[in-house]
């Protein structure tokens, strides 16, 4: 029941020992586990800053190579950076990993990293309709320019 932390400042703080620096997440590749990207989905859900501090320091420094070998966990991963992008102070932080993953992308599925990252500059419901071009220009270029068409 990590997913209502917030309502407890208690369990709140409990959730971002976790998420932090010495928490579970960063080490061990435990974000790569079926039972890691699980409780982590719950814990970013309680507290998206810390969830996002975490991928940050994970996810965010991971090689190309480990990307794309990123299959154990990754769903989780994207439908946690989906949720985070809800919240506009981690709008491009969470954009930014999403197309970290889009660009070391390895799932066919409609809702991968790469076409999730496309729906946060969608007009209408799911999307901010912000401009993606906009975006990138801001916040550097991408490894994969044909990634955004």
């Given at each position: 029941?990590?997913?209502?932390?917030?309502?407890?400042?208690?369990?709140?703080?409990?959730?971002?020992?976790?998420?932090?620096?010495?928490?579970?997440?960063?080490?061990?590749?435990?974000?790569?586990?079926?039972?890691?990207?699980?409780?982590?989905?719950?814990?970013?859900?309680?507290?998206?800053?810390a969830a996002l501090a975490?991928?940050?320091?994970?996810?965010?420094?991971?090689?190309?190579?480990?990307?794309?070998?990123?299959?154990?966990?990754?769903?989780?991963?994207?439908?946690?950076?989906?949720?985070?992008?809800?919240w506009r102070p981690l709008?491009?932080?969470?954009?930014?990993?999403?197309?970290?993953?889009?660009?070391?992308?390895?799932?066919?599925?409609?809702?991968?990293?790469?076409?999730?990252?496309?729906?946060?500059?969608?007009?209408?419901?799911?999307?901010?309709?912000?401009?993606?071009?906009?975006?990138?220009?801001?916040?550097?270029?991408?490894?994969?320019?044909?990634?955004?068409?």
């Open positions: 029941m990590f997913v209502y932390a917030a309502n407890s400042q208690a369990a709140l703080s409990i959730v971002q020992r976790l998420l932090g620096e010495d928490g579970p997440f960063q080490h061990n590749d435990y974000l790569q586990t079926e039972l890691g990207a699980h409780f982590f989905f719950a814990l970013a859900q309680a507290s998206p800053e975490c991928l940050k320091r994970t996810v965010g420094i991971w090689s190309e190579e480990k990307l794309q070998q990123f299959t154990v966990g990754r769903r989780e991963i994207v439908w946690a950076l989906e949720r985070i992008a809800m709008f491009a932080d969470a954009a930014r990993l999403l197309l970290t993953l889009g660009e070391a992308e390895n799932e066919s599925w409609a809702n991968n990293a790469s076409r999730e990252f496309v729906e946060l500059f969608s007009p209408g419901p799911g999307g901010g309709g912000l401009s993606t071009v906009g975006f990138l220009r801001k916040k550097g270029t991408t490894r994969r320019p044909n990634l955004v068409r």
